[in-house]
C-alpha cells in the first residue's frame, strides 16, 4: 500500500517535471548540433551526406555539422551594437539572433534580439512567441509594456521601465512594449528557445493569406462589416 502510493507519486512527480520540461525546447543530448541548414556549399554538403550515410549524424531531426568542422563561427554573431531603422509605421526595429544567424544555437533552446524603438510612441504592437517566454532588459530609454493572462482572467500586468530595469514575458501570452519616452529606446530580449517565433495579432488575424471570412470577424470583434472591411485591407499584404 505504502508502496504503490510511493510509487503513484513518483510517477506524478515525473510527469510533471516532463510536462514542464516540454514546455520550450528539448534538452540537447550532445555538446553542439551545428545546424548545417540550406548551406551555400554544396560540396560540403555533399561531403555530409555521404558521411552521414556512415555516421548518421542526426539529431532531433536535424543534419547536424561534423563536430570535427565545427568552428569559433558558428557560435559567432556581430552586429547588435548597431541601432535598428525605426523609420517604419510603427516605429521599431527587431534584429534577431536565432538558429538561423547562429549556426550552433541549434538544440540549444535560446536566442536573442536587440529591439529599437523611435521616441515618442515607437511601439512594438501586441504579439505572441509561440514557442518561447522572454526576459528583457533596457538600456537606454523608458517603455511601457505590458503582457496579458489567459482566459477568464485576461488581466493585464504593465509596468514603466527605465534604463537597467528587466521584465519577463510569459510564453505564449499576449504581450506589447511603447516608448513612452522622447529618445530613441534600446532593449535586449532572451528566449528560451533557438526559434521562438513571432505571431503579431492584428497582422495574423486582419491580414492572413487568404483573409479570413469577415462574417468571422464582423461577429468576433462585433463591429461593423466596413470596419472589418477596413481592417482587412490595411492589413492584406502587410507584414510586421
Ligand atoms: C530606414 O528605412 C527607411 C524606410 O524603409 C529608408 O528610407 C531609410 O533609407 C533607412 N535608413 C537607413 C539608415 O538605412
Ligand atoms: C482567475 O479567475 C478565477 C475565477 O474568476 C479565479 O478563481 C482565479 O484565482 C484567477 N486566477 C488568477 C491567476 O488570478
Not at 132 to 152: K, W
Not at 191 to 216: E, H, K, L, M
Request: one cysteine or more.
Amino acid at each position: 500500500m505504502a508502496m504503490k502510493g510511493v510509487h503513484f507519486l513518483v510517477v506524478f512527480v515525473f510527469t510533471l517535471a516532463f510536462t514542464f520540461v516540454s514546455a520550450s525546447d528539448p534538452s540537447p543530448l550532445q555538446d553542439f548540433c551545428v545546424a548545417l541548414g540550406d548551406t551555400k556549399n554544396d560540396v560540403l554538403l555533399l561531403l555530409h551526406m555521404i558521411e552521414v550515410l556512415f555516421y548518421a549524424v542526426f539529431v532531433n531531426g536535424e543534419l547536424c555539422k561534423d563536430p570535427k568542422l565545427v568552428v569559433a563561427e558558428d557560435f559567432f554573431f556581430s552586429g547588435l551594437n548597431k541601432p535598428g531603422n525605426t523609420s517604419n509605421p510603427l516605429g521599431w526595429m527587431a534584429t534577431i539572433v536565432n538558429v538561423m544567424k547562429i549556426a550552433g544555437l541549434n538544440t540549444l533552446g535560446v536566442s536573442m534580439v536587440r529591439l529599437d524603438y523611435a521616441p515618442n510612441g515607437g511601439l512594438i504592437p501586441p504579439h505572441i512567441h509561440p514557442r518561447a517566454s522572454e526576459i528583457l532588459v533596457v538600456l537606454e530609454g523608458t517603455l511601457y509594456v505590458g503582457f496579458v493572462t489567459s482566459n477568464p482572467n485576461n488581466t493585464l500586468f504593465t509596468k514603466v521601465l527605465n534604463k537597467g530595469d528587466v521584465f519577463v514575458f510569459p510564453i505564449g501570452l499576449i504581450h506589447f512594449q511603447l516608448n513612452v519616452g522622447n529618445t530613441p529606446a534600446i532593449a535586449i530580449a532572451a528566449f528560451d528557445s533557438q526559434n521562438f517565433g513571432i505571431i503579431p495579432i492584428a497582422n495574423a488575424i486582419f491580414g492572413s493569406d487568404p483573409p479570413i471570412n469577415p462574417d468571422v470577424l464582423t461577429k468576433a470583434f462585433q463591429v461593423d462589416r466596413n470596419v472589418v472591411n477596413y481592417l482587412q485591407s490595411k492589413f492584406q499584404g502587410n507584414n510586421i
